[in-house]
C-alpha cells in the first residue's frame, strides 16, 4: 500500500530532515561569543577591545569554524559582568577585566595585556581649580592626602585603598559630572581614556580639565577572561591574538586607538607618582617586554 502524506513514516522522515536543517543551521552560526554591553550609548572605551576580540576570532575561522559575536542584551558594569561570567550562563563568555590573584582563582585568564599595559600609565581629569593643589603632590605620601574618584566595582579601587589613597565611588557617567564639581581631587584615567572621555564630557562639564603635570603609574595588565568551562574559547581567541601580534595587526590597533592620545599626554614632561600593586600574581608576564608599552619609545 502507499505511504499515507501521514502516516508515522512520512512523520519521522520530515522530523528527521527537520533536524538536519537545524543542525546545519547551528554549524553554519558557529559558536556564540557575547561580551559586555556598555553601560550607556555615549561610552567608547571598549572600542578597541572589540575591535581585537573579533579579529582574533576572524584570523581562526579555518582552525575553529565560524562564529557570531554579539554584545550582551544588557548594559554592565565590570562587578556585574564578572558576577555574570561566574555563572557560566548565556549572558555573556568572555569579559575584559584587570588581573588579581583572585580573579585568575575564579576565571580563566589568557595572559596578554590587551593594551600593553597602557592603562597603568594614569592621566587624571580635575576640575580646572585643582591643578595648583595637584601640583604639591610630588611623593605617594602626597598622593594620600587627595581624594581619588572611581568607578562602582572596579579594580583599581582595591589597589588605591591598598596603598593608602582615599577613593569616592560612582556610576562611570556621574564621575564626570563629580569631577568637575571638585567632589574629590582627581580622577585618574588610562592615557588612552582621558582625552576621548574628556571630549565627550566636557561640554556638559564645563569644569573639567585634563592635569597637566602628574603621570601616575602601576603596573595593570588588562585581559580577557573566561569562565573555566570555556577553555576551548579561551584558546582559540589566544591562537587569534598570537596571529595578530605576529601580522602586525594588534600593534596596528594599538596605535590606533592609542596613538594620538599618548603624544598628547606629553609622557616625558610629565613627574611619575608609582603606586605598588599587590594583587599582581607571580604569573604575570611582566619580563616579555614585547607585550608591554615602553614610554621610552614614544
Known sequence: MPISGS????????????????????????????????????????????????????????????????????????ARYLVELKKGEDSVNVVWSSTSVEKEKDFLPLRIPLRKGILGYRVALIAKDK????????????????????????????????????????????LFKMADGGRFDLFPRGISEAFNEYNTYS?????????????????????????????????????????????????????????AAIEKADLKHRRIIKVNNGMLPKETPLNDASLWFDPKKY
Open 7 to 78: 502516516s508515522p513514516l512520512r512523520l519521522q522522515a520530515t522530523l528527521f530532515f527537520g533536524m538536519l536543517l537545524l543542525s546545519f543551521s547551528a554549524l553554519s552560526a558557529g559558536v556564540k561569543v557575547v561580551y559586555p554591553a556598555n553601560q550607556t550609548a555615549r561610552d567608547t572605551r571598549f572600542n578597541d577591545l572589540i575591535e581585537i576580540l573579533d579579529t582574533a576570532l576572524k584570523a581562526t575561522v579555518a582552525e575553529f569554524g565560524p562564529y557570531e559575536l554579539t554584545a550582551s542584551k544588557d548594559g554592565m558594569n565590570e
Open 131 to 174: 591643578q595648583a593643589l595637584i601640583d604639591q603632590a610630588k611623593t605617594l605620601d602626597d598622593l594620600k592626602k587627595l581624594q581619588i574618584g572611581q568607578g562602582l566595582g572596579w579594580g583599581d579601587v582595591k589597589l588605591y585603598e591598598s596603598n593608602g589613597l582615599t577613593v569616592t565611588t560612582a556610576q562611570y557617567d556621574n
Open 203 to 259: 561640554r556638559s562639564n564645563p569644569n573639567l580639565a585634563i592635569e597637566k603635570n602628574l603621570l601616575i603609574y602601576y603596573p595593570w595588565p588588562y585581559y580577557f577572561f573566561f569562565n573555566h568551562s570555556d577553555a576551548k574559547l579561551k584558546d582559540r581567541v589566544e591562537a587569534g591574538i598570537r596571529k595578530m601580534m605576529k601580522d602586525g595587526s594588534f600593534d596596528a590597533i594599538f596605535k590606533k586607538y592609542n596613538g
